[in-house]
């Protein structure tokens, strides 16, 4: 079946770098994307969506970029701080699919002070 | 902003007994409630929908009279592990929906069968 990136590969950047996390998916039917943090023993937290009619669009100290041509789609973070290590993953939404999300394998992001 | 409870946090049971695990949306209806199952360093899978006042759905795979799904109301689904096994050991989470994309997610249970 359709998926979205499967596998957990981890991320090792400097504090104050610019991180950039990727996620690659199938569907091309997807009429929304998410990022999402989940940090240790917790829940998914939200990050920043995208329209699937978009190729861009940013937020506080992130931005997210997608490009549908190769079934791409990317997380950049500013300036990234120790708190943002975390698990990010991407998700991808279908219209008329009962609301169901369907999520990426994840990148583990570590940050050294 | 929109916030869903999970209860308990962490639960540990002996093999053999059942285990419930409440979701709650604390400041909205929820149309729609999910619970996903995830494993150490993995993804999120997602085990069943449920919407209020109807039957779950289950994903391909997923036992559905070993993971009993209520969503009495718009508020509260609850998640029943029956007869646990060492290998039902997992963090559980739910999310609850409205008619959006958008998915406001528990903070887990972690649940441990002895």
């Known amino acids: 079946g359709e998926s979205v990136g499967l596998h957990l590969p981890t991320l090792s950047v400097q504090e104050g770098d610019n991180s950039i996390i990727n996620c690659a998916y199938s569907?091309?039917?997807?009429?929304?994307f998410i990022w999402y943090k989940q940090e240790s023993g917790k829940g998914p937290q939200f990050i920043i969506d995208?329209?699937?009619?978009?190729d861009k669009r940013q937020g506080q100290r992130v931005t997210v970029l997608l490009n549908k041509t190769v079934k791409h789609l990317s997380l950049q973070i500013a300036a990234t701080q120790p708190g943002d290590s975390a698990v990010y993953f991407c998700?991808?939404?279908?219209?008329?699919?009962?609301?169901?999300?369907?999520f990426g394998g994840g990148t583990r992001l570590m940050v050294k002070p | 902003g929109a916030v869903v409870s999970q209860h308990p946090s962490r639960v540990i049971c002996k093999s053999g007994t059942s285990v419930k695990i409440e979701c709650r949306s604390l400041?909205?209806?929820?149309?729609?409630m999910f619970w996903y199952r995830q494993f150490p360093k993995q993804s999120l899978m997602l085990m069943a929908t449920?919407?209020?006042?109807?039957?779950?759905?289950?994903e391909q795979g997923v036992e559905k009279d070993k993971f009993l799904i209520n969503h009495a109301s718009l508020t509260l689904s609850t998640l029943t592990v029956t007869s646990a096994h060492p290998e039902d050991s997992s963090f559980y989470i739910c999310?609850?929906?409205?008619?959006?994309?958008?998915?406001?997610f528990g903070p887990g249970t972690r649940l441990t069968v002895t």
């Open positions: 569907n091309s039917a997807s009429d929304y």
């Open positions: 999310s609850a929906t409205t008619v959006t994309y958008e998915q406001y």
């Open positions: 449920s919407n209020e006042g109807s039957k779950a759905t289950y």
């Open positions: 400041d909205f209806q929820a149309t729609t």
């Open positions: 995208i329209r699937s009619n978009m």
């Open positions: 998700a991808e939404w279908v219209r008329n699919a009962g609301n169901m999300l369907t």
